[in-house]
């Protein structure tokens, strides 16, 4: 994600016309002809180079270059580059940008271009900044962007990765490194085919050409599962003097290496104890104890600061009495504040490594703690626990997992975007790469029950009543914050008007219902709702209201695999039906089951009314592209309205 930045459109620009004012690399780089991309293809990276050179001592710099040609005029975004670095432990040594003009003209951003600024704005203890560079209000479409930085960092590991690729179409990305005598690497490229380097002397260089853009598709995979990066693990030789980047042997000593940082960040301090104690006092059991500080963890002030920055300075969580006294933190600060309190009351937690975000992002076989970018905590238990989050861990016993810094998700359950991937388990003893547990779709489900009227002039009325839970909860809940000010119900209305023409909403009405559920209710009008017929005929939608979080594979083609989240839904509708009127045709039952999910819908008419019953339950599953057309068929039912009841006048009966 691209930091914010402030007044770039301030930046003075030195105008020269000579021709050689712009790189060779650069000049090379805007040659390349632009492929046929489609339209909407905002930019085209015409190369993307880091040259790495590792010192005898293990520090590395770094020299990146990269060229941009800016195709629309939502690419001028493209127009600029960063740093992102540690203020004690990186040294940002150059950084320049330059806009090639397509007349051939040059502008030259030096040093008096460059904006530096604290990542995050009001982290009092914070040091990490980012050095900026920036064209985007200067560039127009056709025009070719290049930034040149150079940065000297020392490593405290000896692992290195590099993305090919975000989203946008490449012509050339690659990745060199020079290394010392005696040192050797090895690397291995993601997501895509096996690609060797090219060794020259002591360098080694990975280099991919002509990658199309990434397309945004429905339920697509994160970028992180799809766009090819590199994985390298350098090995010094032996005997290699003490500072010289940490190598691993295997997971546990990745596991080791961590929780050295973070144990002695856990000291119990008077303040923390009396919290905990304040905390925990009306909380008789285990479970309740580990509910209240976790609770309390989530409504720490969340700042967020990468995982990872600074080569390994990132890792090492502040003390949790300073989190505690400042009443913020990052990831890893809220989950060592929660292990504190927790240890504080006599109950043992631990870190745990993640990345959030992609549940495939990390590989078993690349020991780097570089894979992870999030943290969250393993409390272990004396009893085992029947709830999402909690699993069993060899040399552990049963053990909960839990993100204090999700705030919408409560103890025993897991963010729905972190379940199932693999994590490490940080601990000296116990340390080890594991996958997280995942909760079943009927934890996760939404239950729907409509009371309705239909008036002969095919208006329809009622009442909405909604219960859900689990991670159906937790969307309900941070729908209803991010909506705040009026904002929901608007969402709402919105929701609502798909019933039809002219639908207005009533009352609403969202509130929690314990323990961790989350129950709406609203009344609505829709005038327009069923379809009247020379007065004679009404024909009937048995499905008044959509999905709220509906999975649409509107495409009949298919790029990616669709990644499907486990939920659970039932729907029970009861609409009085007008008086006058009679079935002509009643909606036939359906069901169909897949490998994923199933689904069945039925509807019967009773005393006047007309009663409908549609339930839908689909498993955590990532789709291959092979498969597409079962899942397309699947959610095409499950988005429909379904077969129309049809109701005619009764015929007024005659004289005897």
């Not at 050179?53 to 520090?59: H, L």
Request: proline residues 7%.
């Amino acid at each position: 994600m691209r930091p914010a930045l402030v007044a770039l459109g301030l930046l003075a620009f030195v105008r020269a016309a000579a021709a050689d004012d712009a790189p060779p690399w650069l000049r090379e780089a805007a040659a390349a002809a632009t492929p046929a991309l489609e339209p909407r293809v905002r930019a085209l990276v015409l190369k993307d180079e880091a040259l790495v050179q590792v010192g005898e001592d293990g520090a590395i710099t770094t020299t990146r270059r990269r060229a941009v040609r800016v195709l629309t005029g939502d690419g001028r975004r493209e127009a600029d580059c960063n740093v992102v670095y540690p203020a004690g432990t990186t040294k940002v040594k150059d950084m320049r940008g330059f806009v090639l003009w397509p007349g051939g003209e040059v502008t030259r951003q030096g040093k008096e271009s460059v904006v530096d600024l604290a990542l995050a704005s009001g982290d009092l203890y914070n040091d990490v900044r980012v050095r900026v560079i920036s064209a985007s209000d200067e560039v127009r479409p056709g025009a070719v962007f290049g930034c040149e930085t150079v940065h000297e960092d020392k490593s405290v590991f000896t692992q290195l990765d590099w993305p090919f690729q975000d989203e946008l179409p490449v012509v050339a990305s690659a990745f060199s490194l020079s290394l010392p005598v005696g040192w050797s690497a090895t690397g291995v490229v993601y997501n895509h085919a096996r690609q060797e380097p090219v060794v020259a002397g002591r360098s080694l260089r990975w280099e991919l050409r002509d990658l199309p853009p990434i397309e945004a598709e429905p339920a697509r995979p994160a970028l992180t599962s799809i766009a090819p990066w590199l994985a390298v693990s350098l090995v010094p030789p032996a005997g290699a003097r003490p500072g010289v980047g940490r190598t691993f042997t295997g997971w546990p000593d990745v596991a080791l290496w961590l929780s050295q940082l973070a144990d002695p960040q856990t000291s119990v301090s008077p303040e923390l104890a009396s919290k905990a104690s304040e905390l925990t006092r009306d909380s008789p059991t285990e479970y309740e104890r580990i509910r209240a500080i976790g609770r309390y963890a989530q409504a720490v002030k969340y700042v967020s600061i990468q995982t990872g920055i600074g080569r390994g300075g990132g890792y090492r969580p502040h003390l949790a009495a300073e989190v505690l006294a400042r009443g913020y933190g990052d990831c890893k600060d809220k989950a060592n504040l929660m292990r504190t309190l927790l240890k504080a009351v006599g109950i043992v937690a631990y870190p745990v490594a993640v990345f959030a975000g992609d549940r495939e992002r990390v590989r078993e076989d690349w020991l780097s703690p570089q894979q992870f970018n999030h943290a969250i905590v393993a409390v272990r238990l004396k009893e085992a626990l029947d709830v999402p989050a909690a699993s069993s861990v060899p040399r552990l016993g049963p053990v909960l997992f839990f993100d204090p810094t999700d705030e919408h998700t409560p103890v025993g359950l897991l963010p729905q975007h972190e379940e199932g991937s693999l994590a490490l388990l940080v601990s000296a003893e116990h340390g080890t790469l594991l996958a997280l547990p995942t909760s079943p779709p009927e934890t996760n489900r939404v239950e729907r029950r409509l009371e309705l009227a239909l008036a002969e002039d095919g208006t329809v009325s009622g009442t909405v009543e909604e219960v859900a839970v689990g991670h159906a909860a937790a969307s309900y809940r941070r729908d209803q914050e991010e909506g705040a000010a009026g904002g929901y119900r608007k969402q709402m209305e919105a929701w609502v008007a798909k019933s039809g023409p002219g639908a207005r909403l009533g009352a609403l009405d969202l509130k929690p219902e314990p323990p961790d559920a989350v129950r709406l209710a609203l009344d609505f009008t829709t005038p327009a709702y069923a379809k009247a017929m020379r007065g004679q005929l009404l024909v009937v939608k048995a499905r008044v209201l959509p999905g709220r979080n509906r999975v649409n594979l509107y495409e009949t083609s298919r790029k990616y695999p669709v990644v499907l989240d486990g939920q659970a839904f039932e729907e029970r509708m009861r609409m009085k039906l007008p008086e006058g009127f009679v079935v002509d045709e009643l909606p036939r039952p359906s069901q169909g089951r897949s490998a994923y999910g199933e689904h069945s819908a039925s509807c019967e008419v009773k005393d006047g009314y007309l009663s409908c019953r549609r339930s839908m339950k689909v498993s955590a599953a990532v789709i291959p592209v092979e498969q597409y057309a079962e899942a397309r068929n699947f959610f095409a039912w499950v988005n429909t309205d379904g077969e129309p009841l049809v109701l005619s006048r009764r015929a007024a009966a005659g004289p005897r």
